[in-house]
T-cell receptor
Framework: EPEVTQTPSHQVTQMGQEVILRCVPI?????FYWYRQILGQKVEFLVS????????KSEIFDDQFSVERPDGSNFTLKIRSTKLEDSAMYFC???????????FGEGSWLTVV | QKEVEQNSGPLSVPEGAIASLNCTYS??????FFWYRQYSGKSPELIMF????GDKEDGRFTAQLNKASQYVSLLIRDSQPSDSATYLC???????????FGQGTTLQVKP
């Protein structure tokens, strides 16, 4: 069964460092997302991406964050100058159609120390 | 602020019983409704989705949607200990396609 894959599964980084989280969405999907979940809290939308551009972003997704689809398969989330409060599980997700079922990757657990 | 509300629980049911999980949403423009299961430390796993008013059944799971009341529920029949998890309700608005999640209801199925 096709799945969304994410790397790394866990990353520890020093405060102020840059982090890149990588994702390979399901191959025939056209809509890509990043969500995050701080420990004990709800899953929060960060950004959606379609046709090589951001279609929507939340207020969390400020200038510290960026997304890119560098080739035909990868979808990345870059977090610049990480802060302690960026520690969370980051989920990549994709869907075939707008408003359709969204499938999640296994997540990348980011710990900022 | 568009919200999705769930009782955080825990909801405890004995093995073999029916578990009933409820969710309300504030945005009347919401068009698609999803239930995800999340085990601790894991990613959300799709259980059911429903688009139209009424019931939708899939195995032991039934999703119910009432758009007039802005209410969606998930029934789990013959609950098993392996069903113990947090169940996330999520809705999308056709304009955005993004999921808005509730905080989740923790279900405990006791043998």
């Amino acid at each position: 069964e096709p799945e969304v894959t994410q790397t790394p599964s866990h990353q520890v980084t020093q405060m102020g460092q840059e982090v890149i989280l990588r994702c390979v969405p399901i191959s025939n999907h056209l809509y890509f997302y990043w969500y995050r979940q701080i420990l004990g809290q709800k899953v929060e939308f960060l950004v959606s991406f379609y046709n090589n551009e951001i279609s929507e972003k939340s207020e969390i997704f400020d200038d510290q964050f960026s997304v890119e689809r560098p080739d035909g398969s990868n979808f990345t989330l870059k977090i610049r100058s990480t802060k302690l409060e960026d520690s969370a599980m980051y989920f990549c997700a994709s869907s075939e159609a707008h408003g359709g079922v969204i499938y999640f990757g296994e997540g990348s657990w980011l710990t900022v120390v | 602020q568009k919200e999705v509300e769930q009782n955080s629980g825990p909801l405890s049911v004995p093995e073999g019983a029916i578990a009933s999980l409820n969710c309300t949403y504030s945005d009347r423009g919401s068009q698609s409704f999803f239930w995800y299961r999340q085990y601790s430390g894991k990613s959300p796993e799709l259980i059911m989705f429903i688009y139209s008013n009424g019931d939708k059944e899939d195995g032991r799971f039934t999703a119910q949607l009432n758009k007039a009341s802005q209410y969606v529920s998930l029934l789990i029949r013959d609950s098993q200990p392996s069903d113990s998890a947090t169940y996330l309700c999520a809705v999308t608005n056709g304009n955005t396609g993004k999921l808005i999640f509730g905080q989740g209801t923790t279900l405990q199925v006791k043998p």
